[in-house]
């Protein structure tokens, strides 16, 4: 009975694999928060503090010098700050909600940056942007998943032509297939994921560069800020501390509000594509803490029964119970977390595990959900999805929309 308790643990770990990627994603985002208000908190909070005491020093003074009481001139703040909301400032700026304005916001709005400089204070203004942005945000992130599917096309075209060229010129292929060099000549070759990081990763810095160097000197920004104000728009994080184009005039204006617009679209498509290819390699790291986390628990357990004992399980045999067999081979080792067969139906942990060794080699890795999509993009060969996906009308997708579609393929297909 001892062995089939052991197999009913690893089968649970096998059923629970997804829960326990999004539990351990959980912890270590909580953690990430939690290190971060410690890190912002210890750097800005003295900032703040100066600057609340050298405050209340000038109303101090300023009330002493022209003989108005704090409450009068406290009420007075209070009516400029609702004043600043509704978008009226003591320099001149440009109209908040002429169309160029009210272009700009929804702008804003469709890409989730919200920078907040602009926001409707009328009540039919406010119920059209809730309908108004469902809409907008949803056909803006699936603009940004067809822009992420071109975008890794046009890489992997590349980055295979580039291999093409490079073995060509290195004299290694036969000359039967010289001329027609095909994918099928090296079916192992794949395009590596960390590659495509790093080009889309050098793509946003040259963006963020130029965009810059037009920021600086545009709307007098220092240079660090300017590229800081590139991060925070290009992530949809929109702070709304530095907004461009907010000024009444600007030499060149409708050419700068255009170079503008092109920089923030041709950067936030970037960036949102990096994000993707990042979580995808996240995601590898928290199948491999999974591992590790399967195979101590795995190896705990198996300390439990001695190798003595007639049902213990060693290298190379197997052991059947009921409906469930385990088969281990010596070169086997711990390449994988309790390599369980279940002749029920059950299902192995997911197939995009890798080792920590090939996570390391980014020239070798292979994960299964990105290079097989390279792959496939480079060579065109036709995608299918969970076999009838296509039939259930998913696509495939790249990234978050391709796992996504594959997820809601798979439970259309068990239905």
């Not at 290819?277 to 198996?302: A, E």
């Not at 496939?376 to 009838?388: F, I, K, M």
């Amino acid at each position: 009975m001892m062995p089939v308790r052991r197999l009913q643990g690893c089968r649970s770990l096998h059923l629970n694999e997804d829960n326990g990627r999004f539990l351990l994603l959980a912890i270590l985002i909580v953690l990430y928060l939690l290190c971060g208000a410690v890190v912002f908190s210890a750097i800005e909070r003295p900032s703040e503090v100066q600057a609340h005491g050298k405050w209340n020093i000038t109303l101090f003074n300023f009330s002493e010098t022209f003989n108005i009481s704090l409450e009068d001139l406290n009420s007075f703040l209070r009516e400029y700050e609702t004043a600043i909301a509704a978008g009226i400032r003591a320099d001149a700026l440009r109209p908040r909600w002429d169309f160029t304005g009210a272009f700009y916001f929804v702008g804003t709005v469709v890409s989730t940056i919200g920078f907040g400089m602009s926001t409707p204070v009328t009540v039919a203004g406010k119920v059209f942007l809730i309908f108004y942005g469902l809409l907008g945000c949803a056909a803006t992130i699936l603009f940004f998943n067809l822009f992420l599917e071109r975008i890794i096309t046009l890489l992997a075209v590349v980055m295979k032509a580039v291999r093409e060229r490079r073995i060509r010129n290195s004299g290694l292929l036969p000359p039967g297939i010289r001329h027609d060099f095909s994918a099928c000549s090296f079916p192992g070759w794949k395009p590596s994921v960390y590659h495509v990081m790093l080009i889309l990763g050098l793509s946003a810095i040259i963006i963020s560069c130029c965009a810059s160097a037009m920021y600086t000197p545009v709307e007098g920004w220092a240079y660090l800020d300017s590229l800081y104000f590139c991060f925070v728009t290009f992530s949809t994080i929109g702070f709304g501390d530095l907004v461009s184009s907010q000024r009444a005039d600007y030499e060149y204006q409708p050419l700068y509000r255009l170079a503008n617009c092109l920089f923030i679209l041709m950067g936030v498509c970037c960036i949102y594509s990096l994000f993707n290819v990042i979580s995808i390699v996240i995601k590898q790291v928290l199948n491999w803490m999974l591992q590790n986390l399967c195979c101590q628990r795995c190896k705990f357990k198996s300390n439990s029964f001695p190798l003595g004992r007639r049902n213990a399980i060693r290298p190379g045999s197997r052991i059947r119970k009921g409906r469930f067999r385990i088969k281990r081979t010596p070169d086997s080792g711990d390449s994988g977390p309790c390599e369980s067969d279940m002749e029920g139906g059950g299902r192995r942990l997911s197939g995009e595990m890798i080792s920590m060794k090939d996570l390391t080699a980014s020239n070798k890795v292979s994960l299964a959900l990105m290079q097989k999509q390279l792959s496939e993009s480079a060579n065109g060969y036709p995608r299918t999805v969970c076999g009838g996906s296509r039939h259930n009308g998913f696509s495939g997708g790249v990234g978050a929309l391709g796992i996504m579609n594959n997820r809601l393929a798979e439970t259309s297909n068990s239905r």
